[in-house]
């Protein structure tokens, strides 16, 4: 009787053993966490979209989210119904920042060209990761697009561009039921690119872990000191 008990007791304590390392250890699931925290809002931006049959833009709000399990900035936003959630990493943060300082010295220059077939891309591409859904009780869906780092002309007026390529959903839903994400460009102004890589830089994310009581989104504008030479959309 008795050693049946220290064996009930020893089948316990491994359960519970196990529990904890697979409830405390998030290794495995998340590699490029930086804390064990849910995601939390760091700020809106703004930025223009394709407006449907026209050839015009339309300013849409772009809310920012930290995901400190992920290390990645989630750019969400609504766009001709459906509700995007764009996840960017680290290294993708630091392409699209490093993109940004290319076009701005082609802007000062003005060696920026209207030809869109060779701009779309000109500065990069991105490996991204997407999720999607129409309606907030509808699935949400999952893909891998790659993302263009370019440029764009509206009529006369010069954009630094994201586009976010078609591609598959992936999962485990049936090849007949499976979606596409569709093409998706968003166009920023220099000083609506420049909001974007401040939340995006990585040690100003860091900082906001230690204590996020006293947190608040960065919204300071950042002046643009480079001498212009195109109209921006605004202007």
Known sequence: MMK?????????AFAFFGF????????????????????????????????????????NDV??????RENAVVLQFRHEFVTYRQFWDMKGREQFSAALN???????VRNLST????????????????EWQSFAFTAVREASPVIDLGYRFKGDMPFFVTGQNPAREEGTA?????QEAVQVNMYFTRA????????????????????????????ESMEESTPDGYREYGD
């Open 102 to 108: 290319r076009y701005k010295e082609d802007y000062a």
């Open 20 to 59: 904890s390392c697979a409830s405390g250890n998030r290794g495995p699931q998340y590699p490029n966490m930086v804390a064990d925290m849910d995601p939390f809002p760091i700020g809106t931006i703004t930025a223009q979209f394709d407006r449907l049959l026209s050839s015009q833009l339309t300013t």
């Open 192 to 219: 609506q690119a420049d909001e974007l890589v401040k939340l995006f830089d990585q040690s100003w994310l860091l900082g906001l872990l230690g204590d996020r009581g006293t947190f608040r989104p960065m919204e």
């Open 174 to 178: 049936s090849e007949q039921d499976k």
């Open 63 to 68: 809310q920012v989210f930290f995901y400190p």
């Open 115 to 130: 030809r869109y077939n060779r701009t779309k891309a000109v500065y990069g591409k991105v490996m991204g990761r997407l």
């Open 4 to 12: 049946r008990f220290i064996i009930i007791l020893l089948v316990c």
